[in-house]
T-cell receptor
Framework: DAGVTQSPTHLIKTRGQQVTLRCSPK?????VSWYQQALGQGPQFIFQ???????QRGNFPDRFSGHQFPNYSSELNVNALLLGDSALYLC????????????FGPGTRLTVL | QQQVKQSPQSLIVQKGGISIINCAYE??????FPWYQQFPGKGPALLIA?????SEKKEGRFTISFNKSAKQFSLHIMDSQPGDSATYFC???????????FGTGTSLTVIP
């Protein structure tokens, strides 16, 4: 049973560019959350998707957007990249019910130059 | 997000010793209290979690102690091993929300 998978593993972009990150949830999970983790910090919640809708959003600007597909996989899009967007982007999947822990993927390391 | 405060920031323990990490929270709506373990270059992994209807949960060498009135919960690692060296995060969440609020992390080093 594959866990949460993310692609790509690493990505280098320049300021102003746009990026798309992808996530496939753990088998059987229907909810996907995205987090940004800066070096030496805890993960910060970006948003969560359930039934192809954004269910909750953290304190991130509209440059961060997402999508969930019918097969529960998800994309995170970041527009107009800033240097400060450099971080590890983590995808986590879970069940809507019964609610329990989130299972994380290995992350995508984004570097903005 | 200051809803969760984790301490200490770093911890050095001798092999075989007990590691204790604490988490204090503000939101009384939290009803699920997990601890995550993260190794360098990896995503966080769920280690152990507790719900507020019990005060303690033990899984192998890992124990969560929960104090609802003090709004605190802690992770105890018994017989700490060098392989436990990692960063640990508390990340409570609540009934009305789906957001997990991560603490700032505790870097644990277990010396052989």
């Amino acid at each position: 049973d594959a866990g949460v998978t993310q692609s790509p593993t690493h990505l280098i972009k320049t300021r102003g560019q746009q990026v798309t990150l992808r996530c496939s949830p753990k088998s059987g999970h229907d909810t996907v959350s995205w987090y940004q983790q800066a070096l030496g910090q805890g993960p910060q919640f970006i948003f969560q998707y359930y039934e192809e809708e954004e269910r909750q959003r953290g304190n991130f600007p509209d440059r961060f957007s997402g999508h969930q597909f019918p097969n529960y996989s998800s994309e995170l899009n970041v527009n107009a990249l800033l240097l400060g967007d450099s971080a590890l982007y983590l995808c986590a999947s879970s069940l809507a019910q019964p609610r329990g822990g989130q299972f994380f993927g290995p992350g995508t390391r984004l570097t903005v130059l | 997000q200051q809803q969760v405060k984790q301490s200490p920031q770093s911890l050095i323990v001798q092999k075989g010793g007990i590691s204790i990490i604490n988490c204090a929270y503000e939101n009384t709506a939290f009803d699920y209290f997990p601890w995550y373990q993260q190794f360098p270059g990896k995503g966080p992994a769920l280690l152990i979690a507790i719900r507020p209807d019990v005060s303690e949960k033990k899984e192998g060498r890992f124990t969560i102690s929960f104090n609802k009135s003090a709004k605190q919960f802690s992770l105890h690692i018994m017989d700490s091993q060098p392989g436990d060296s990692a960063t640990y995060f508390c990340a409570p969440t609540g009934l009305t929300g789906n957001q997990f609020y991560f603490g700032t992390g505790t870097s644990l080093t277990v010396i052989p």
